[in-house]
């Protein structure tokens, strides 16, 4: 094939950076381009941000595409978002107590600024212009919630380390209206002589349970949160723990053969 004879016209400038080459051996031609910066005289250049034009008009070229100016730096703006989780009177002596455990996540893993406010009873929560993470304000704030609700500090990690867990609360007037001695005795049907029945629940169904009274809360991933929960409904309706415990034996071993 022989080489073009006739090139397009261009520039002197744009003309000066063409170098054709061409080789002994071989018909064609390579052409190399030394200044790829260089724009040919028909297409407009692009204004800078500090030109006369704004940075909103748009430049067509030859082919009918648009080109744009480029995109600003805006990483030095930071939007400041702030959560307050307030903490309930009978959980602020363990606050205190685990107070060491639970700033080091937030400030170190989550990069947020945090403080309790003992006056308020609440726990704030602060982003900065050190948060990479956008999702790291609701993390915080459920991580503190948790502890708030009842659950260690060491169940509540887990919300910062994984994105599949929930919290799920219910109560017993919920699934039936029961008060009293009744309302009692559910409770106990629940926690079982010294708490082997919810601690068998929690080991069957992978999860964490909070008994606060007549409320129910429960930490875990959406599958064993609705196991969790249909062992704790039949108890307070009334079915005996023995049966119970054999259902959750036999999911449990389902589970584990999906696994």
């Given at each position: 094939?022989?080489?073009?004879?006739?090139?397009?016209?261009?520039?002197?400038?744009?003309?000066?950076?063409?170098?054709?080459?061409?080789?002994?051996?071989?018909?064609?031609?390579?052409?190399?381009?030394?200044?790829?910066?260089?724009?040919?005289?028909?297409?407009?250049?692009?204004?800078?941000?500090?030109?006369?034009?704004?940075?909103?008009?748009?430049?067509?070229?030859?082919?009918?595409?648009?080109?744009?100016?480029?995109?600003?730096?805006?990483?030095?703006?930071?939007?400041?978002?702030?959560?307050?989780?307030?903490?309930?009177?009978?959980?602020?002596?363990?606050?205190?107590?685990?107070?060491?455990?639970?700033?080091?996540?937030?400030?170190?893993?989550?990069?947020?600024?945090?403080?309790?406010?003992?006056?308020?009873?609440?726990?704030?929560?602060?982003?900065?212009?050190?948060?990479?993470?956008?999702?790291?304000?609701?993390?915080?704030?459920?991580?503190?919630k948790a502890f708030s609700l009842g659950f260690d500090v060491d169940d509540?990690?887990?919300?910062?380390?994984?994105?599949?867990?929930?919290?799920?609360?219910?109560?017993?007037?919920?699934?039936?209206?029961?008060?009293?001695?009744?309302?009692?005795?559910?409770?106990?049907?629940?926690?079982?002589?010294?708490?082997?029945?919810?601690?068998?629940?929690?080991n069957a169904s992978r999860t964490r349970v909070v008994l606060a009274d007549?409320?129910?809360?429960?930490?875990?991933?959406?599958?064993?949160?609705?196991?969790?929960?249909?062992?704790?409904?039949?108890?307070?309706?009334?079915?005996?723990?023995?049966?119970?415990?054999?259902?959750?034996?036999?999911?449990?071993?389902?589970?584990?053969?999906?696994?």
């Open positions: 094939m022989p080489a073009p004879t006739a090139l397009r016209k261009q520039p002197e400038e744009f003309a000066a950076t063409i170098n054709v080459l061409l080789p002994s051996n071989n018909d064609e031609a390579e052409f190399l381009l030394d200044a790829p910066n260089a724009l040919p005289s028909d297409v407009d250049p692009i204004i800078p941000s500090g030109g006369s034009e704004q940075d909103t008009d748009m430049h067509i070229d030859e082919e009918g595409r648009p080109r744009f100016a480029p995109a600003k730096n805006n990483d030095n703006i930071t939007r400041v978002e702030t959560r307050k989780v307030p903490i309930p009177p009978h959980r602020m002596t363990p606050l205190k107590a685990s107070w060491p455990k639970i700033y080091p996540p937030l400030v170190e893993h989550l990069q947020l600024q945090v403080r309790m406010n003992v006056k308020n009873r609440a726990v704030e929560l602060r982003t900065s212009k050190h948060t990479t993470d956008t999702g790291a304000l609701q993390k915080g704030e459920d991580f503190v509540a990690i887990a919300l910062l380390r994984l994105d599949d867990l929930y919290i799920e609360t219910f109560e017993i007037k919920d699934v039936k209206t029961l008060q009293g001695e009744h309302l009692g005795r559910a409770i106990g049907r629940i926690a079982g002589k010294d708490g082997k029945t919810k601690f068998a629940i929690e007549s409320k129910i809360h429960i930490l875990g991933g959406f599958k064993n949160i609705h196991l969790a929960r249909e062992a704790i409904v039949s108890l307070i309706l009334g079915s005996p723990p023995g049966k119970v415990y054999g259902n959750l034996r036999i999911v449990a071993s389902r589970m584990k053969e999906r696994f």
